[in-house]
């Protein structure tokens, strides 16, 4: 039994230590290992495989939207990276340069790429020309570098894995309306297959991205009460095209500047996962991005006819459209227990000798751990109304989760009180002065999430300074 026990409790407390709670579970659940490349990760099988259904997942749903996937390169020369100035000074400090090739100096410096804004603008200047061209709906699935201080597996690291969609438009309000399509995709694809709830709404001024005219965002609360910008959909105007030269002549033959967005997700996603759902036993993986959504583990499978029987289950599963596993290794069921739990497979399946005699088999919930006995004529039925049950109940007890940690403020001393005491997002008014968002964060090191779409009037003084309000914000301290 100490060797069964060892897995789970090689796995530090949430309660006790969250950050280190969740270097556990990402290591022991082997998503990823360190590599000799100083902060950058080795993104293992079990972790790549959930990066696979998301991108999968999140592919085809761009693809019905109309965006085509593209390819352009992972190297950006330094002058086309300086053509939009804002732009530019919000990378510089993440951005890894190449300056030499062999043994030679490079005439100019090439930045990997941080993000392929430049690049894309590069192309399209090419390849638009007349109305007849717009929209350019492309999307690419790629990696970036950004030279991050502090890294964290998944959440921050200095090589990472998106996609970045950029698309191009012949009016302000074609791009406006994309930009928000994009992030109501994420938004939807978070809720319905990630079992995460989110809060939809703008960045503010500071907080949107370099070169954007305005940023959205989808802001979801980890179980510790921190926030995770989750994924940002961003409308550019015209200011890139005017940048980079990028027009089109219109339907009375005049020459005009196309308006363009941008939108993102990328592998802190799975980060997401493990901190909304996870527990002290390990990941629990909502169904629909479960890489094996049901394990079948024999008890006394040296017995005559178990593993023929357990083999048999597998094989209808499969045939059902379930992603399935046949656990047979030579490891106790203890083990295997330990095992399903910790790489958080939805359903385990367990089968021995009495439960075969009476056409059986026990189904145990990975998220509630609640014991279900179902007859072996019914098992692939079963199972898959037991995984939509789990995931509509991982993301009711994720929203659950998040609105028992969403609290109101309205003046400031409340405000640094809950924020200090009370881990997870603040509501409270805002005067639209960046001197408050600063203050706020020097004061108590939270910062604006969003501005949501849904406002609510809850004074009518800026929690900060008192002057007049204009918007109601999400605050909190985020990841």
């Not at 293992?44 to 259904?53: L, Q």
């Not at 530019?88 to 890894?96: K, L």
């Amino acid at each position: 039994m100490a060797k069964e026990k060892k897995m789970v409790e090689s796995i530090t407390s949430m309660e006790e230590d969250f950050a280190q709670w969740y270097t556990d579970v990402v290591r022991k659940a082997e998503l990823t290992d360190y590599t000799s490349v100083k902060g950058c990760m080795v993104i293992k099988p079990a972790g790549y495989a959930i990066w696979e259904n998301i991108q999968q997942e999140l592919d085809r749903r761009f693809k019905e939207t109309g965006v085509q996937n593209v390819y352009l390169p992972m190297f950006i020369p330094e002058s086309l990276l300086q053509k939009e100035k804002d732009h530019v000074e919000g990378f510089a400090p993440e951005v890894a340069w190449v300056t030499h090739g062999g043994m030679e100096q490079l005439q100019e410096r090439l930045c990997v790429r941080p993000t392929s804004e430049t690049l894309f603008c590069d192309l399209y200047a090419k390849d638009i020309q007349s109305h007849r061209d717009l929209p350019k709906l492309y999307n690419q699935w790629c990696s970036v570098v950004r030279w991050e201080k502090t890294t964290r597996p998944f959440l921050r690291s200095r090589e990472f894995l998106w996609q970045e969609g950029h698309t191009a438009h012949a009016t302000a309000e074609e791009a406006e309306e994309r930009t928000i399509q994009m992030l109501n995709v994420y938004a939807d694809f978070c809720e319905e297959v990630l079992a995460i709830p989110v809060i939809k709404g703008r960045k503010t001024d500071k907080e949107k991205f370099a070169g954007a005219e305005a940023t959205y965002t989808i802001e979801a609360l980890m179980h510790d009460g921190k926030a995770l910008q989750s994924g940002t959909s961003h409308n550019f105007g015209d200011g890139f095209a005017k940048a980079f030269g990028i027009q089109y002549t219109d339907k009375e033959n005049k020459l005009q500047y196309v308006h363009q967005t941008s939108w993102g997700m990328t592998t802190r996603l799975i980060g997401a996962i493990i901190m909304v759902h996870g527990d002290n036993s390990g990941l629990v993986l909502p169904p629909r991005i479960a890489p094996t959504q049901v394990v079948i583990i024999p008890i006394q499978q040296r017995k005559e006819g178990v593993l023929e029987k357990a083999g048999e289950v597998f094989e209808s599963l499969k045939a059902a459209g379930l992603r399935a596993r046949l656990d047979d290794s030579d490891k106790s069921p203890g083990w295997k227990f330990s095992e399903a739990e910790m790489r958080g497979i939805p359903v385990r399946v367990e089968l021995g000798p009495k439960d075969i005699e009476n056409g059986q088999a026990v189904l145990v919930r990975r998220d509630t751990r609640e014991k279900i006995t179902v007859s072996l004529d019914e098992l692939a039925e079963k199972i898959t109304e037991l995984l939509d049950t789990i995931q509509k109940d991982m993301l009711e007890r994720a929203r659950r989760h998040r609105d028992t940690h969403t609290y109101t403020a309205t003046n400031y001393e409340e405000f640094k009180q809950t924020i200090e005491e009370k881990p997870g997002f603040v509501k409270a008014m805002w005067c639209g002065c960046q001197e408050c968002e600063d203050k706020i964060k020097e004061d108590v090191a939270a910062t604006s999430r969003c501005i949501p779409f849904e406002q609510e009037h809850l004074s009518d003084t800026c929690v900060c300074c008192g002057k007049p309000a204009k918007k109601m914000v999400y605050w909190g301290r985020a990841y």
